[in-house]
Structure formats: structure tokens, C-alpha cells
């Protein structure tokens, strides 16, 4: 079954310092990947996508993320957070053809001065 | 904002009761997604609409009906209502099902509270 893990339920990471959120996926083929951001009494926004071609792609708010097929990973990073990155991350996958969004189950992310 | 407007914001409603939410998509998107955000099942998709016809079905009860209006706006429709249903329930849209590089957009979500 087509499926997203995000292992870290919360993280907590000091103002400035670099941050490294994981997602691995399970699919048949290469899904489309994306990382969402919500924060508290909001709605998804998208960060950033991975449909195909440079490994590395850039999001806003200063994220980026890597895909590494070998590893089935799309690890979401910046390297300096901000007490506004305060919110839950979710990293989805669909796969080709397939309109529907699969989420993991998010991550919580904490910023401490 | 992503141009996805979502009304009620929130909703109480007592088990065995009815409600309707409504989701206004992006100008130009043609395609409506309801996903529904709890506790227990994190985030899930239920049910996409193309342009006024269903197209894909996911984790969406018996007991909840959706529809897409001629002015793309939609409505999911919730019966019987039961406490399990509490959650936020959240539309977005996209431009055009027969891309897939459609990214889809998010509304603010709906927040239903069952008592």
C-alpha cells in the first residue's frame, strides 16, 4: 500500500539553528512529493514540490528539501529557523495519474530561544 | 490566503444531526478535494470532484455525501452525525485534473465539533 512516514512525531530545535525534518515514502514508482505547513488555526500551505529533475529543490520561507531515491527520503531542512517556523509539517506523495494527496502524520516542530 | 474560501469556520452540532460545509475553489481551479484532519487518522483524503463529476472516492463514509455546483463551488454533507466525526475538514482545489503537476491549494478548514 502507497504509504508516508514522518518518524518524528516533535522536534525541538533552538532559534538559528539548523533544522532536518524526515519523510520516507512507499510507492509502487517515484511518487510527486510535497512538503505543507500548517500553523495553529490554519490551513496547508505548500512549501515546496518534487516532481522530477534536480534532486535539490528550493521552497519558501528559506526551505529546501532533498529526494533520494535510493533511500526513499524527501528530507525537509533550513539551515537557520525562526521562531515563526513554529507549526506542524506534513510531507505527501501521489503518484502519477492519481489526484489524491496521501499525508504523513505530521510533525511538530517547537522553537525554543 | 490561497483563494480557497471554506464557510462555516467553525461548527457544533449535537450526534445525529446534519451539517453542511461549503468550499469556494480558487477563480480558474476545476477541481474540488475534501480531506478530513483528526486526531485518531491524521489526515485523509475523501472524495474529488472534476468540474461537477465525482472522480475519486477515498476514505469517505456512507453516511457523508459530497456535490460540485455548476459554479464549481462544493459541499460535503454529513448525516447522522456521531462523535467520532469531530475533526477539521479541509478543501482544497487545483486547476485541471489532467495534469499531474497540479498542486493543490488548501482552505482554512472547517472545524466540526460533534457533542
Given at each position: 500500500?502507497?504509504?508516508?512516514?514522518?518518524?518524528?512525531?516533535?522536534?525541538?530545535?533552538?532559534?538559528?539553528?539548523?533544522?532536518?525534518?524526515?519523510?520516507?515514502?512507499?510507492?509502487?514508482?517515484?511518487?510527486?512529493?510535497?512538503?505543507?505547513?500548517?500553523?495553529?488555526?490554519?490551513?496547508?500551505?505548500?512549501?515546496?514540490?518534487?516532481?522530477?529533475?534536480?534532486?535539490?529543490?528550493?521552497?519558501?520561507?528559506?526551505?529546501?528539501?532533498?529526494?533520494?531515491?535510493?533511500?526513499?527520503?524527501?528530507?525537509?531542512?533550513?539551515?537557520?529557523?525562526?521562531?515563526?517556523?513554529?507549526?506542524?509539517?506534513?510531507?505527501?506523495?501521489?503518484?502519477?495519474?492519481?489526484?489524491?494527496?496521501?499525508?504523513?502524520?505530521?510533525?511538530?516542530?517547537?522553537?525554543?530561544? | 490566503?490561497?483563494?480557497v474560501t471554506q464557510?462555516?469556520?467553525?461548527?457544533?452540532?449535537?450526534?445525529?444531526?446534519?451539517?453542511?460545509?461549503r468550499c469556494s475553489p480558487?477563480?480558474?481551479?476545476?477541481?474540488?478535494?475534501?480531506?478530513?484532519?483528526?486526531?485518531?487518522?491524521?489526515?485523509?483524503?475523501?472524495?474529488?470532484?472534476?468540474?461537477?463529476?465525482?472522480?475519486?472516492?477515498?476514505?469517505?463514509?456512507?453516511?457523508?455525501?459530497?456535490?460540485?455546483?455548476?459554479?464549481l463551488h462544493s459541499?460535503?454533507?454529513?448525516?447522522?452525525?456521531?462523535?467520532?466525526?469531530?475533526?477539521?475538514?479541509?478543501?482544497?482545489?487545483?486547476?485541471?485534473?489532467?495534469?499531474?503537476?497540479?498542486?493543490?491549494?488548501?482552505g482554512?478548514?472547517?472545524?466540526?465539533?460533534?457533542?
Amino acid at each position: 500500500a502507497q504509504s508516508v512516514t514522518q518518524p518524528d512525531i516533535h522536534i525541538t530545535v533552538s532559534e538559528g539553528a539548523s533544522l532536518e525534518l524526515r519523510c520516507n515514502y512507499s510507492y509502487g514508482a517515484t511518487p510527486y512529493l510535497f512538503w505543507y505547513v500548517q500553523s495553529p488555526g490554519q490551513g496547508l500551505q505548500l512549501l515546496l514540490k518534487y516532481f522530477s529533475g534536480d534532486t535539490l529543490v528550493q521552497g519558501i520561507k528559506g526551505f529546501e528539501a532533498e529526494f533520494k531515491r535510493s533511500q526513499s527520503s524527501f528530507n525537509l531542512r533550513k539551515p537557520s529557523v525562526h521562531w515563526s517556523d513554529a507549526a506542524e509539517y506534513f510531507c505527501a506523495a501521489k503518484g502519477f495519474g492519481n489526484e489524491k494527496l496521501t499525508f504523513g502524520t505530521g510533525t511538530r516542530l517547537t522553537i525554543i530561544p | 490566503d490561497s483563494g480557497v474560501t471554506q464557510t462555516p469556520k467553525h461548527l457544533i452540532t449535537a450526534t445525529g444531526q446534519r451539517v453542511t460545509l461549503r468550499c469556494s475553489p480558487r477563480s480558474g481551479d476545476l477541481s474540488v478535494y475534501w480531506y478530513q484532519q483528526s486526531l485518531d487518522q491524521g489526515l485523509q483524503f475523501l472524495i474529488q470532484y472534476y468540474n461537477g463529476e465525482e472522480r475519486a472516492k477515498g476514505n469517505i463514509l456512507e453516511r457523508f455525501s459530497a456535490q460540485q455546483f455548476p459554479d464549481l463551488h462544493s459541499e460535503l454533507n454529513l448525516s447522522s452525525l456521531e462523535l467520532g466525526d469531530s475533526a477539521l475538514y479541509f478543501c482544497a482545489s487545483s486547476v485541471d485534473m489532467q495534469s499531474s503537476y497540479n498542486e493543490q491549494f488548501f482552505g482554512p478548514g472547517t472545524r466540526l465539533t460533534v457533542l
